[in-house]
């Protein structure tokens, strides 16, 4: 979101106040333009000597009149460029209204445009790739300042949290395991609606990697099949409980149709972020974690989890993008 606009200075102000009186052609008399000195100081003379005045020169003849209103295209660009202006006057204060009524300590910095497509990952550091496999990353390889936060579970369905990212523009990837989320798919549905994504978190939030393949493919598929049901679109990414996964994990995922599995580098709370480097800084690409989880499991609620982060991404220079936009 950009900052308010500054204000003009006085000379700048004083500058258009004069060439809007130039345009109006309001330097001169009701008719028109300024009658010439020379003019004025002819008749002054030809009337102290007693003589006859000179006629009268109509404005017109003196000097065009500068149209008070521009005529065709001209008059569609200015109008069309000061509306411009007005408009991103009112969204930059409605954007600091909005940041502060949040209590967000400044402005989010606006994410730049996705990708026209997604790029293809190649292995690195934060990226994991084995033939006939789904990627396992860590760390989506970006250049740009951005960095992606994701929400796991689905316990706690907070309609503030959900009203407070659709305001702020915040971008949210969301993992829901289907006995937490069972109890309101209406709540991830309108999350849908606002543009963000409902991916694959399994049925009973198990550990994978202590079970069979056939077990694995279960867990991960009715998934699948139940928010393909509840949300009207198939997840293309997936997240293993507690990020354990082994290759059985990977080969379910990739047989029930997922693309990528997104792990992350950050986890965030509502009173802290814990890093996984010892920078303790977050860096382009990186993935944050973070959970729907109440007062009854933290020391904070959901809205106070995402001015927390939001607070952090923006004071290291950071925006938020979404993630489902670049895997």
């Not at 550091?125 to 960095?147: C, S």
């Not at 974690?289 to 933290?298: I, V």
Request: proline share 9%.
């Amino acid at each position: 979101m950009a900052g308010p606009r500054r204000g003009r200075g006085r000379g700048g102000l004083v500058a258009a106040v004069c060439l809007a009186a130039a345009v109006a052609g309001c330097g001169g008399s009701a008719g028109g333009g300024a009658v010439p000195s020379t003019a004025r100081a002819g008749a002054s003379a030809a009337a102290d000597r007693g003589g006859p005045r000179p006629p009268a020169v109509p404005a017109a003849a003196a000097a065009p009149a500068v149209p008070a209103v521009l005529p065709g295209p001209a008059r569609a660009e200015e109008e069309t460029s000061s509306e411009a202006v007005a408009r991103r006057a009112d969204a930059a204060r409605a954007a600091l209204e909005t940041t502060r009524r949040w209590g967000l300590a400044r402005l989010p910095l606006p994410a730049p445009q996705p990708p026209a497509g997604r790029p293809e990952l190649r292995a690195a550091q934060g990226v994991k790739l084995a033939d006939g496999l789904p990627p396992v990353v860590y760390r989506v390889p970006t250049e740009q300042p951005i960095v992606f936060l994701t929400v796991d579970d689905g316990a706690e369905k907070d309609p503030e949290f959900s009203r407070m990212a659709a305001e702020l523009g915040i971008p949210l990837s969301t993992f829901v395991a289907d006995y937490l989320a069972r109890s309101d798919y209406g709540y991830f549905r309108r999350l849908s609606e606002q543009g963000d994504a409902v991916n694959n978190h399994t049925i009973n939030h198990r550990n994978l990697k202590v079970l069979d393949y056939a077990t694995q493919r279960d867990e991960i598929c009715r998934q699948q099949d139940q928010l393909e049901g509840q949300i009207g679109t198939r997840p293309r990414l997936f997240r293993p409980p507690y990020g354990e996964y082994n290759e059985d994990t990977l080969r379910a995922a990739g047989s029930c149709g997922i693309e990528a599995v997104p792990l992350w580098n950050e986890e965030a709370f509502p009173d802290r972020m814990e890093y996984r480097y010892e920078d303790q800084r977050l860096h382009p690409g990186d993935i944050i974690l973070t959970h729907f989880r109440g007062t009854d499991l933290w020391p904070g609620s959901m809205p106070d989890l995402l001015r927390k982060v939001v607070d952090e991404v923006t004071a290291q220079g950071f925006a938020l993008a979404r993630l489902d936009d670049y895997l």
